[in-house]
């Protein structure tokens, strides 16, 4: 059964960093793209980041750009989000999922995990 699972996700303080993990079961990560979305409450869904089957990194919004970062770890079937200099506007529940696409980066999502709270203080 294809199963994505996140986690990490907490507490942290505005300027702080957390990383999220994304382990997948029942299918090889490194065989698709795999991305990250989040979504805050009242607001509409935000694609963040995504990690392309060539291990490219795309990022949805420049706003991102030097802030958060992703990777892969094959051994562990397992995509990371590295979030740093967080703020408050970061609040939301973070999703990892398979792109739509399969192993292109293109901001849609197939199937994704149940999500992880990411929560950032003044």
């Known amino acids: 059964q294809v199963q994505l699972t996140e986690s990490g996700g907490g507490l942290v303080q505005s300027g702080g960093s957390l990383r999220l993990s994304c382990a997948a079961t029942g299918f090889t990560l490194e065989n698709y793209a795999i991305g990250w979305f989040r979504q805050a409450p009242g607001k509409a869904r935000e694609a963040v980041i995504c990690?392309?089957?060539?291990?490219?990194?795309?990022y949805y919004a420049d706003s991102w750009k030097g802030r958060f970062s992703i990777s892969r770890d094959s051994a562990k079937n397992t995509v990371y989000l590295q979030m740093s200099n967080l703020k408050p506007e970061d609040t939301a529940v973070y999703y990892c999922?398979?792109?739509?696409?399969?192993?292109?980066?293109?901001?849609?999502?197939?199937?994704w995990g149940q999500g992880t709270q990411v929560t950032v203080s003044t």
């Open positions: 990690i392309s089957k060539k291990d490219e990194s795309e």
């Open positions: 999922g398979i792109d739509g696409s399969d192993i292109y980066c293109s901001g849609t999502f197939s199937k």
